[in-house]
């Protein structure tokens, strides 16, 4: 069975940067799309970020042209470089994987980590 696990979450500034990084165990994923979400207190889960097995990358409106998504399948892994961060992107970022194509619906995905912690603040 698939786990995937992630880290790097944590405290930053504003302006600063972060990386997260998603580990899978029990099967290579290297087929599979997968993506990044957020949650953040009282809202729904949100779409960040998508990358498929070919390469191509999404990613949701909040965070173009400062976060920018990878993947080693290699390494069976995910990451997440996120720059230029504000107090708006403070949630719980998890990581998920499972579906054939990168989708925004958190519902197509089988898999997901516990999540990581990100905080924004001064």
């Known amino acids: 069975q698939v786990q995937v696990v992630e880290s790097g979450g944590g405290l930053v500034q504003p302006g600063g940067s972060l990386s997260l990084s998603c580990v899978a165990s029990g099967s290579t994923l290297s087929r599979s799309s997968m993506a990044w979400f957020r949650q953040a207190p009282g809202k729904e889960r949100e779409f960040v970020a998508g990358m498929n097995w070919r390469g191509l990358t999404y990613y949701g409106d909040a965070v173009k042209g400062r976060f920018t998504i990878s993947r080693d399948n290699a390494k069976n892994a995910l990451y997440l470089q996120m720059n230029s961060l504000a107090p708006e992107d403070t949630a719980v970022y998890s990581c998920?994987?499972?579906?054939?194509?990168?989708?925004?619906?958190?519902?197509?995905?089988?898999?997901w980590g516990q999540g990581t912690q990100v905080t924004v603040s001064s």
């Open positions: 998920a994987a499972g579906s054939a194509t990168v989708s925004y619906g958190p519902s197509d995905y089988n898999v």
